[in-house]
Protein backbone atom coordinates (compact mmCIF):
# COMPACT_ATOMS: atom_id res chain seq x y z
CA UNK A 1 0.00 0.00 0.00
CA UNK A 2 1.02 3.54 -1.19
CA UNK A 3 -0.51 6.47 0.02
CA UNK A 4 0.18 10.03 -1.91
CA UNK A 5 0.01 13.62 -0.92
CA UNK A 6 0.32 16.35 -3.61
CA UNK A 7 1.48 19.80 -3.05
CA UNK A 8 2.74 22.88 -5.09
CA UNK A 9 -0.18 24.06 -7.29
CA UNK A 10 -1.23 27.14 -7.31
CA UNK A 11 -2.06 30.09 -9.71
CA UNK A 12 0.51 31.39 -12.23
CA UNK A 13 0.82 33.70 -15.16
CA UNK A 14 2.00 31.90 -18.65
CA UNK A 15 5.75 32.13 -18.64
CA UNK A 16 6.27 31.09 -15.30
CA UNK A 17 7.54 28.39 -13.17
CA UNK A 18 5.83 25.98 -10.35
CA UNK A 19 7.39 23.28 -8.82
CA UNK A 20 5.05 19.81 -7.39
CA UNK A 21 5.93 17.61 -4.99
CA UNK A 22 4.51 14.24 -4.10
CA UNK A 23 4.93 12.69 -0.61
CA UNK A 24 4.71 9.02 -0.42
CA UNK A 25 4.22 6.85 2.42
CA UNK A 26 3.60 3.07 3.32
CA UNK A 27 5.43 0.39 4.20
CA UNK A 28 6.27 -0.86 0.65
CA UNK A 29 9.57 -0.16 -0.56
CA UNK A 30 9.21 3.37 -3.25
CA UNK A 31 11.97 2.31 -5.17
CA UNK A 32 9.46 -0.51 -6.69
CA UNK A 33 7.33 1.74 -7.92
CA UNK A 34 7.28 3.83 -11.02
CA UNK A 35 5.64 7.27 -10.55
CA UNK A 36 3.92 9.55 -12.73
CA UNK A 37 2.37 12.93 -12.65
CA UNK A 38 -1.22 13.20 -14.51
CA UNK A 39 -3.05 16.08 -15.63
CA UNK A 40 -6.51 16.67 -16.15
CA UNK A 41 -8.52 19.26 -17.47
CA UNK A 42 -12.15 19.87 -17.36
CA UNK A 43 -14.29 17.57 -19.49
CA UNK A 44 -11.06 15.74 -20.41
CA UNK A 45 -9.64 12.32 -19.12
CA UNK A 46 -6.65 12.14 -17.10
CA UNK A 47 -3.72 12.16 -19.13
CA UNK A 48 0.26 11.84 -18.46
CA UNK A 49 2.74 14.10 -18.41
CA UNK A 50 5.59 12.67 -17.23
CA UNK A 51 6.79 9.28 -15.13
CA UNK A 52 10.05 8.01 -13.98
CA UNK A 53 10.74 4.62 -13.57
CA UNK A 54 12.32 3.14 -9.56
CA UNK A 55 16.02 3.65 -10.84
CA UNK A 56 15.53 7.40 -10.43
CA UNK A 57 17.24 8.09 -14.34
CA UNK A 58 14.73 6.54 -16.85
CA UNK A 59 11.87 8.75 -17.64
CA UNK A 60 9.68 9.58 -20.06
CA UNK A 61 7.60 12.82 -20.81
CA UNK A 62 4.54 14.04 -22.80
CA UNK A 63 4.64 16.04 -26.16
CA UNK A 64 2.96 18.57 -24.78
CA UNK A 65 5.28 19.19 -21.92
CA UNK A 66 9.07 18.08 -23.28
CA UNK A 67 11.55 20.51 -22.94
CA UNK A 68 9.63 22.21 -20.30
CA UNK A 69 8.97 19.60 -17.59
CA UNK A 70 11.12 17.70 -15.32
CA UNK A 71 10.52 14.75 -13.50
CA UNK A 72 12.58 13.73 -10.84
CA UNK A 73 12.47 11.51 -7.30
CA UNK A 74 14.10 11.27 -4.18
CA UNK A 75 13.84 7.29 -3.11
CA UNK A 76 15.15 8.01 0.43
CA UNK A 77 12.62 11.11 1.19
CA UNK A 78 9.95 9.36 -0.69
CA UNK A 79 8.85 12.29 -2.42
CA UNK A 80 8.81 12.93 -6.39
CA UNK A 81 8.91 16.45 -7.94
CA UNK A 82 7.38 17.97 -11.14
CA UNK A 83 9.19 21.31 -12.10
CA UNK A 84 7.06 22.62 -15.01
CA UNK A 85 8.71 25.66 -16.85
CA UNK A 86 7.64 28.12 -18.83
CA UNK A 87 3.93 27.02 -18.20
CA UNK A 88 1.35 27.59 -20.66
CA UNK A 89 -2.23 27.92 -20.33
CA UNK A 90 -3.42 24.92 -21.97
CA UNK A 91 -1.35 23.61 -18.74
CA UNK A 92 -4.00 24.17 -16.65
CA UNK A 93 -5.99 21.45 -14.73
CA UNK A 94 -6.00 19.01 -11.79
CA UNK A 95 -2.34 17.46 -11.33
CA UNK A 96 -2.11 13.83 -9.42
CA UNK A 97 1.18 12.00 -8.64
CA UNK A 98 -0.07 8.23 -8.77
CA UNK A 99 2.34 4.76 -8.11
CA UNK A 100 2.86 1.96 -10.52
CA UNK A 101 3.79 -1.38 -10.04
CA UNK A 102 4.60 -1.80 -13.65
CA UNK A 103 7.57 -0.21 -16.16
CA UNK A 104 6.95 3.43 -17.07
CA UNK A 105 3.18 2.33 -18.07
CA UNK A 106 1.64 5.84 -20.04
CA UNK A 107 -1.96 5.11 -19.33
CA UNK A 108 -3.57 6.02 -15.82
CA UNK A 109 -5.02 2.21 -15.70
CA UNK A 110 -2.05 1.08 -15.15
CA UNK A 111 -0.75 2.81 -11.73
CA UNK A 112 -2.17 1.34 -8.76
CA UNK A 113 -2.29 4.19 -6.37
CA UNK A 114 -3.38 7.69 -6.89
CA UNK A 115 -3.12 11.27 -4.38
CA UNK A 116 -6.01 13.77 -4.40
CA UNK A 117 -4.59 15.78 -6.85
CA UNK A 118 -3.41 19.91 -6.97
CA UNK A 119 -4.93 22.31 -9.00
CA UNK A 120 -2.45 24.31 -11.50
CA UNK A 121 -4.05 27.53 -13.55
CA UNK A 122 -2.46 29.04 -15.79
CA UNK A 123 -3.63 32.71 -16.48
CA UNK A 124 -2.68 34.54 -19.76
Known amino acids: QVQLVESGGGLVQAGGSLRLSCAASGSTTFSWYAMGWFRQAPGKERDLVAA????????TYADSGQGRFTISRDNAKKMVYLQMDSLKVEDTGVYFC????????????????WGQGTQVTVSS
Open 98 to 113: AASTKILPPTARNYNY
Open 52 to 59: IAGDSVTT
